[in-house]
């Protein structure tokens, strides 16, 4: 923001849950926001007014609404308005994009960390920002982390090996920009609810396997978070009572069956030698026993997973993420058995979307999640 610009206003939580539904659901009418909201059509008005007259806000062209038998002119937001970059910081990078005030990609840049030290995560995210156009070019930045966040300050992170850090003051003060931090599944399940896989739903799970395994909830229509989310607490779930061992001694436990680096390293003990994920895959592929052993029971228990995050989160959609997910490529048949074997066989059929587009959806997430905060306050 220039310097010319008033400075913000708080708004109310009507107004940031109009703000909301406008975000992920516009274009919308102004029938159904009033259903959603449970609002009668002069608060609507008035709530709509204020960010109309921001810039923030715009009316579409109009458009035939059974319900009320006349054109109306949705709401929706202006695109252009506003920019974010998103980052998304992991122990060795950090990936980011630059986005519009709908989370549209428009560029990207990454940068790879000297260190896991703060000032060398903020070397890398500065060095991020400015390839991105500088941090005058935008009104906020999202990071999104694997550990534990509560108000800007990273409670835990394993991958960099922080406690206590507070990560949104320091990176507000070296950029001079507002900044939010996120637990990296959070952010992605507020991308794959706003504009991804999960788009339309109002209740589904993302799972994420990788160098972790990461889950996330949308109940209601709303993305569940909660003081306990970057724990990892469903990375210790038991499949497999025969499994190999994970870090923390837990036999068959979710980490032990599903991460990268536990696959991997069944491979190479067997093997004698150091082996990829890359290369477990496509050693599985071509029938090595081996590999194809590790990776049948991965995907089993992986089946497993699935039905209990359905079966208890009584969700019928589930959206897989996260560098691991190559592992469901050619077994899909003996993931839906196993997936089948914990299932009621009345229930709803489990709907499994992968997606396997790389880093942008995690970037574009904590971008999501910077201009959702961003409506906590509005310029008058």
Request: glycine share 12%; charged share 20%; net charge negative.
């Amino acid at each position: 923001m220039s310097e010319a610009e008033p400075m913000p206003t708080p708004i109310t939580d009507s107004g940031r849950d109009l703000a909301r539904e406008v975000l992920v659901h516009g274009p919308i009418s102004r029938t159904e926001l009033s259903r959603r909201l449970g609002l009668s059509p002069a608060s609507l008005t008035r709530l709509s007014k204020t960010f109309l007259d921001s810039g923030i806000l715009v009316e579409g062209p109009e458009v035939s609404d059974g319900a009320v038998g006349r054109p109306v002119k949705p709401l929706d937001v202006k695109a252009d308005a506003r920019r974010f970059v998103g980052i998304k910081l992991t122990g060795e990078d950090a990936l980011g994009v630059s986005t519009d005030l709908r989370a549209t990609q428009t560029g990207s840049a990454s940068s790879r960390l000297a260190s896991t030290s703060l000032d060398d995560v903020l070397d890398a995210v500065e060095t991020v920002v400015q390839a991105l156009g500088g941090p005058a070019a935008f009104d906020g930045i999202g990071i999104s982390l694997g550990g534990n966040v509560s108000d800007g300050v990273v409670d835990r992170a394993p991958f960099l090996g922080w406690r206590g850090v507070d990560l949104r003051s320091a990176v507000s003060e070296r950029l001079g920009i507002p900044s939010t931090i996120e637990n990296d599944v959070v952010a992605l399940t507020a991308a794959e609810h706003w504009f991804g896989a999960g788009r339309g739903s109002t209740d589904f799970a993302v799972l994420t396997i990788g160098a972790g395994v990461g889950y996330g909830l949308v109940v209601n229509d709303h993305v569940v978070r909660t003081a306990d989310v970057g724990f990892g607490l469903l990375g210790h779930f038991p499949l497999d009572p025969s499994g190999p061992l994970c870090m923390d001694g837990h036999r068959g436990c979710s980490t032990a069956m599903l991460t990268t680096g536990s696959i991997c390293a069944q491979v190479s003990v067997a093997l004698g030698r150091a082996i990829t994920y890359d290369e477990v895959l496509e050693m599985a592929a071509a029938h090595h026993p081996v590999a194809r052993a590790v990776t049948e029971s991965a995907v089993r228990s992986l089946g497993r997973l699935l039905a209990a995050i359905t079966n208890i989160a009584l969700v019928s959609t589930v959206v897989l993420a996260g560098e691991g997910v190559g592992l469901v490529e050619s077994l899909g048949a003996e993931l839906d058995a196993a997936i089948a074997a914990d299932r009621d066989p009345e229930g709803s059929p489990v709907d499994l979307v992968v997606d396997d587009s790389g880093f942008v959806p995690w970037a574009r997430g904590a971008a999501a999640v910077a201009i959702q905060s961003s409506f906590g306050v509005l310029g008058t």
